[in-house]
C-alpha cells in the first residue's frame, strides 16, 4: 500500500511539473534579494584610496584698498574629472564640483600620465561659496580634492589658508 501512495505522489508532482513546463502557469521572476554571510579568516583587506593632488598652488590677487580680487588654484591629478574644491570660513563650508553648473575648475592640459587643473575664484565666487557679507578680512581654509566623476569618493586633500588681510595689503595663501 504505502509503494502505491508514493508512486501516486510521484506522478502527481512529475504531472504538476509537465503542466508548470508547458504553460499552465509558468514560473513567474522575482524580485528577492539574496543575500548569504561570508566569514574570512587569516588574511588581510585594504580599500583602494585616491592620490592626492600633486603640485598645487595657491595665488591671492589683491589691489591696495579694494582689496582681494581673486583666488587662483593649480594642481595635477592623475584622474580625469571629478575635481572638488572646498572653502570654510566661521564652520561655513562651499563647495565646487568639477562639471556641475557654475564651477570654476578647468582641465588646462594633461602630460605625463597626470592631468592639469585650475580654479580661479573672484570674490563675488567666494562669496557665493561661503556666503559671507565681505572679504575685508580673515582667514579661509581652501581644501583641494581629486575624485571620480559622479562619485563622492575623494582623495585626501591638499590644503591651503587664506589670510586676507584688510585692504589688500599682504593677502597670503600658504599649504598647511
Same mark, same amino acid.
Given at each position: 500500500?504505502?509503494?502505491?501512495?508514493?508512486?501516486?505522489?510521484?506522478?502527481?508532482?512529475?504531472?504538476?511539473?509537465?503542466?508548470?513546463?508547458?504553460?499552465?502557469?509558468?514560473?513567474?521572476?522575482?524580485?528577492?534579494?539574496?543575500?548569504?554571510?561570508?566569514?574570512?579568516?587569516?588574511?588581510?583587506?585594504?580599500?583602494?584610496?585616491?592620490?592626492?593632488?600633486?603640485?598645487?598652488?595657491?595665488?591671492?590677487?589683491?589691489?591696495?584698498?579694494?582689496?582681494?580680487?581673486?583666488?587662483?588654484?593649480?594642481?595635477?591629478?592623475?584622474?580625469?574629472?571629478?575635481?572638488?574644491?572646498?572653502?570654510?570660513?566661521?564652520?561655513?563650508?562651499?563647495?565646487?564640483?568639477?562639471?556641475?553648473?557654475?564651477?570654476?575648475? %578647468?582641465? =588646462?592640459?594633461?602630460?605625463? #600620465?597626470? &592631468?592639469?587643473?585650475? *580654479?580661479?575664484? @573672484?570674490?563675488? /565666487?567666494?562669496?557665493? $561659496?561661503?556666503?559671507?557679507?565681505?572679504?575685508?578680512?580673515? %582667514?579661509? =581654509?581652501?581644501?583641494?580634492? #581629486?575624485? &571620480?566623476?559622479?562619485? *563622492?569618493?575623494? @582623495?585626501?586633500? /591638499?590644503?591651503?589658508? $587664506?589670510?586676507?588681510?584688510?585692504?589688500?595689503?599682504?593677502? %597670503?595663501?600658504?599649504?598647511?
Amino acid at each position: 500500500m504505502m509503494r502505491r501512495f508514493r508512486a501516486g505522489v510521484i506522478g502527481a508532482a512529475m504531472l504538476a511539473v509537465v503542466a508548470l513546463c508547458a504553460g499552465g502557469g509558468g514560473i513567474e521572476p522575482t524580485e528577492a534579494a539574496w543575500s548569504e554571510v561570508e566569514y574570512a579568516s587569516g588574511g588581510t583587506m585594504s580599500a583602494a584610496t585616491l592620490v592626492a593632488p600633486s603640485d598645487p598652488t595657491c595665488v591671492p590677487t589683491s589691489v591696495i584698498i579694494v582689496g582681494l580680487q581673486s583666488v587662483r588654484l593649480t594642481w595635477s591629478s592623475p584622474q580625469q574629472g571629478g575635481q572638488q574644491i572646498q572653502i570654510v570660513k566661521n564652520g561655513v563650508t562651499g563647495t565646487d564640483v568639477q562639471g556641475t553648473t557654475g564651477s570654476v575648475i %578647468t582641465q =588646462t592640459g594633461n602630460a605625463n #600620465n597626470a &592631468y592639469q587643473y585650475q *580654479a580661479t575664484f @573672484s570674490t563675488a /565666487k567666494l562669496l557665493g $561659496l561661503v556666503n559671507l557679507g565681505d572679504l575685508l578680512g580673515g %582667514t579661509y =581654509t581652501i581644501r583641494i580634492y #581629486n575624485g &571620480y566623476a559622479g562619485s *563622492a569618493w575623494v @582623495s585626501a586633500p /591638499k590644503t591651503f589658508q $587664506l589670510n586676507v588681510v584688510l585692504l589688500g595689503l599682504g593677502t %597670503t595663501c600658504p599649504a598647511v
